[in-house]
Structure formats: structure tokens, C-alpha cells
């Protein structure tokens, strides 16, 4: 089962900054946090990850709470593009092998014009 | 960087018969992993192959399986399809930076 919980969905106004949280209460502390995401029809993409620091790409920005329970990642300038489910997992990264990805619900999030 | 390919992109068959599906993996990269897609169960592991060896598997019947070559290209079949098997079958190639997906093989049993 997936150690993360999402809301199901959520609006953001085209040109606004997206914020979506995840509370995973459960992490581990090797355990670090991926965001993923799916548009329509198409393979998930991965976004960022992070272990505790905040971490910032070309893409988005990943905030994590200094107790490590939650986190929002934040897309600064959402477009009608960023339309898609968004995915927090949480998982060990090994450099020997990979562990699984184990997908929940995510969250539905909607760009509006 | 060329992406994961997986063909074919569509796919209809009849319970009972079985399919084989295919991944070829970004160059250089030795994993290959298989997800099954459905409304209902959403996103599901089904296995990883390294260099030729599977190293994880999902919960998923024995009717499930694959296989990986020398060229790390990777290969899933199913057998006595049934019509539950109907999804999106994703494969990925990952670092421990991050997966990379391919666009999936839509199979819809009838």
C-alpha cells in the first residue's frame, strides 16, 4: 500500500503557483520523496525528489517539513500543460538496485484558463 | 536522449489467448520494470529485471511474466488472457535518480 496521502483534487488558476501537499507520517529515514506525474494517456513523468532539504528544479520545487511528515511540491507558474495527476511516493533509493514504485491515488489537478 | 520505446501502442485481444509485449529501454540502462494500469487498481508493479534477472516482483499471477535481454530490451507476456488483464501496461527504466516511462501498451481484452 502507498505511505502517502494526497487529496484527491485541486484547482489552480492558469499563471498561479500549484501547491500540492503530502502528508507521509510513516516515512523512514532512508525513505525519500518522489513526485511524479500523468498526463492523460501518457507514462508518468518524473518531477523531483528530496530527502529533507528543499530542493528546487527547472520543473517545480519541493518543500519538506523539518519533521519529514509532509511535503508540497509547487509549481511556481502553472499552466494549462501542468494539467494531470500528480503522485507522491515515498521510497528508499538505493544505488545498488532499484525498490519499487508504489503508486497511490495522487492528485487530480486542474489548470483553469 | 532517445526515451523508453514500447510497442505495440495498441494491442485487442480475445480471452483466453495470450500477448507479448515489449520495452526497449534508454541506452546504456541495464533495469527494465513493468506496471499495469487500471481504472480500478491504478498504477501496480508487476516486476524489474536487471542485467537479465528478474529482481522484484508484484503481486501478480504466474499467468504474468517476462523476460529480459542481453541488449537489456525486456519482453512481458500474458497468458489465457482474461478480461480483467484490460489496461495500460507501462514499462520504465530507472536510476536511482528517478524512473523514466515509455507511452504504454493499451491491451483491452474482448
Known amino acids: 500500500d502507498a505511505k502517502t496521502t494526497q487529496p484527491p483534487s485541486m484547482d489552480c488558476a492558469e499563471g498561479r503557483a500549484a501547491n500540492l501537499p503530502c502528508n507521509h507520517s510513516t516515512i523512514s529515514g532512508n525513505e525519500y520523496v518522489y513526485w511524479y506525474r500523468q498526463i492523460h494517456s501518457q507514462g508518468p513523468q518524473y518531477i523531483i525528489h528530496?530527502?529533507?532539504n528543499n530542493e528546487t528544479n527547472e520543473m517545480a520545487s519541493l518543500i519538506i517539513t523539518e519533521d519529514r511528515k509532509s511535503s508540497t511540491l509547487i509549481l511556481p507558474h502553472a499552466t494549462l500543460r501542468d494539467t494531470a495527476v500528480y503522485y507522491c511516493?515515498?521510497?528508499?533509493?538505493?544505488?545498488?538496485?532499484?525498490?519499487?514504485?508504489?503508486f497511490g491515488k495522487g492528485t487530480r489537478l486542474s489548470v483553469i484558463a | 536522449k532517445a526515451g523508453v520505446t514500447q510497442t505495440p501502442r495498441y494491442l485487442i485481444k480475445t480471452r483466453g489467448q495470450q500477448v507479448t509485449l515489449s520495452c526497449s529501454p534508454i541506452?546504456?540502462?541495464?533495469?527494465v520494470s513493468w506496471y499495469q494500469q487500471t481504472p480500478g487498481q491504478g498504477l501496480q508493479f508487476l516486476f524489474e529485471y536487471f542485467s537479465e534477472t528478474q529482481r522484484n516482483k508484484g503481486n501478480f499471477p504466474g499467468r504474468f511474466s517476462g523476460r529480459q535481454f542481453s541488449n537489456s530490451r525486456s519482453e512481458m507476456n500474458v497468458s489465457t488472457l482474461e478480461l480483467g488483464d484490460s489496461a495500460l501496461y507501462l514499462c520504465a527504466t530507472g536510476t536511482d535518480y528517478g524512473y523514466t516511462f515509455g507511452s504504454g501498451t493499451r491491451l483491452t481484452v474482448v
Open positions: 528530496g530527502l529533507k
Open positions: 511516493i515515498v521510497r528508499v533509493r538505493q544505488f545498488s538496485g532499484n525498490t519499487p514504485l508504489v
Open positions: 541506452s546504456g540502462h541495464r533495469s
